[in-house]
């Protein structure tokens, strides 16, 4: 099956759902057989015209006469046409245009419609092949809100709040990273193998990999075009990745679980751990001795956690299925330690998710901090003193992050905050803020972004 068949195919299914790239795109790849390097370029094609569908649509509406209703297939082959020429080395524009116009073609084969469409299409995508370097963006010193949100695909609502709250620089720095394509990266369960065990395995499968600088079980992946879906041989790197001493995940949210010095704990409890990547890391920096306690609101997502803890080994796991915000979680009571890794917005996530720019509002980061305020609070009353109580997200926004904590501290002042920094010795001195919470961007540190904070209950 063509890759560009198959990524306009996802493409529209992403138009009209409201289904994640991830698993429109792996369940393409289990309907068609694809090999590695189309299924490298499905990936690119997806996530990149997802990352710069606002870019694209303003330099292509330069081109197109704006009382012509374009309909959701044309638009999206128009996008994948204007992505391969303006974003992605390696392929000649002749060839870009050429196989962009056999999409329109090869759908209305040989009629007045299609050959209709295909010139439209082929005369448009010339026009941004000319032209669509040269043209004048809003000036960033006039208009920074338009200037970012289109030039680097951004919602202007998001736009406008950064610079609002962060200024011109930081915002162009973060919103430049987070269009970047992140490395895979993974961590090793350093009770049953060694970090360089694992590099050595996967460069016999081709795979190039590097210790990580921050987290200490981390390794990194040298080929950012990497991804999970790829296949290196017959062997599908999913394949190779499901090792009982790998798992996937970015290297800031492998820092979390240090916070809550497992290894000294007999009983720790993870009250939003589906699909367990920090409940796999917690068990193995208990060396999977003690209670472990993994809770979280989705009864199928508590299955997919319960399959990755048999898939890592974890062998001191209990799971509950239950609403943290408001259920009796008395049980926390004799726990050394409890985390709450709440749900989120994911802006620190973009790298990896470039479509929730597009899906998240206002109104719902505001919904998800009043959530986060609600799942410290009910867990607050039942932690023992002297317990140890960690709030952590993937967000960059301190309305989810800073902004929660101090209400949180205010309403309960028998918390205080222990600074990440000695739980963290190895991370950048600026990932660690002045209040002692762990915050990472990936402007600043190459990885996603990530919020956490240590509290201690001293009475
Ligand atoms: C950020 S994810 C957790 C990621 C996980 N800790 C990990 O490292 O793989 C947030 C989780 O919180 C769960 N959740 C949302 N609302 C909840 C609630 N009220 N009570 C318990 N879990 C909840 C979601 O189902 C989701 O799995």
């Known amino acids: ?200 395995f996967l460069e016999t499968n081709g795979i190039a990999a590097k210790v990580s600088k921050i987290a200490p079980d981390g390794l990194v992946l040298e080929n950012r075009a990497i991804t999970a879906f790829d296949a290196t041989g017959d062997q599908s790197l999913k394949d190779i990745l499901r090792r009982e001493d790998i798992y996937v995940q970015d290297e800031s949210a492998m820092l979390v679980s240090h916070l809550l010095s497992p290894k000294d704990a007999r009983f720790i409890v993870d009250l939003c751990a589906a699909p367990g990547g920090k409940t796999t890391h917690l068990a193995h920096l208990m060396g999977n001795t003690g209670k472990l306690i993994a809770a979280d609101v989705s009864t199928e997502k508590i299955a997919l956690l319960q399959k990755n803890c048999q898939r890592v080994g974890v062998r001191n796991l209990e799971t509950r299925v239950m609403d943290a915000t408001k259920e009796d979680i008395g049980f926390i009571k004799t726990a050394d330690g409890v985390l709450i890794d709440a749900p989120c917005s994911g802006f620190g996530t973009l790298r990896r998710h470039p479509d929730i720019r597009w899906n998240k509002t206002f109104d719902q980061i505001r919904a998800l901090s009043e959530m986060q305020y609600n799942l410290l609070k009910n867990a607050a009353q039942h932690i023992k003193p002297g317990g140890i109580l960690v709030y952590s997200t993937c967000s960059i926004e301190p309305m989810e992050n800073e902004e929660v904590v101090q209400r ?52």
């Open 1 to 200: 099956m063509n890759a560009r068949k198959v990524a306009l195919e996802c493409l529209l299914t992403l138009s009209h759902t409201s289904a994640s790239i991830a698993s429109v795109v792996d369940s393409a790849f289990g309907r068609y057989t694809i090999d590695g390097r189309e299924r490298r370029l499905v990936n690119g094609l997806v996530y990149g015209v997802i990352r710069w569908q606002r870019h694209l649509d303003w330099v292509l509406n330069q081109f197109i006469n704006p009382r012509f209703q374009l309909d959701a297939r044309h638009r999206n082959i128009l996008r994948l046409g204007a992505f391969q020429l303006l974003h992605l080395d390696g392929i000649p524009a002749h060839a870009a245009i050429y196989e962009t116009v056999q999409l329109a073609t090869s759908h209305h084969r040989k009629s007045a419609r299609g050959r209709k469409a295909a010139g439209f299409i082929n005369a448009v995508l010339r026009s941004v092949q000319r032209k669509g370097t040269s043209l004048a963006y809003p000036p960033l010193d006039a208009n920074p809100i338009e200037h970012i949100a289109i030039s680097l695909s951004y919602p202007t609502w998001l736009v406008k709040r950064w610079l609002q709250t962060r200024g011109v620089s930081w915002t162009l720095a973060f919103c430049r990273a987070s269009n970047q394509i992140a490395p895979l990266a993974l961590r090793v369960n350093s009770l049953l193998t060694q970090r360089e065990a694992v590099c050595q």
């Open 408 to 459: 949180f501290l205010t309403e309960f002042p028998m918390y205080t905050v222990e600074n990440a920094r000695r739980f963290l010795p190895d991370v950048p001195a600026n990932a660690v803020t002045p209040q002692g919470f762990l915050q990472t961007f990936p402007h600043e540190h190459g990885v996603d972004g990530t919020f956490a904070a240590r509290l201690r209950k001293v009475v």
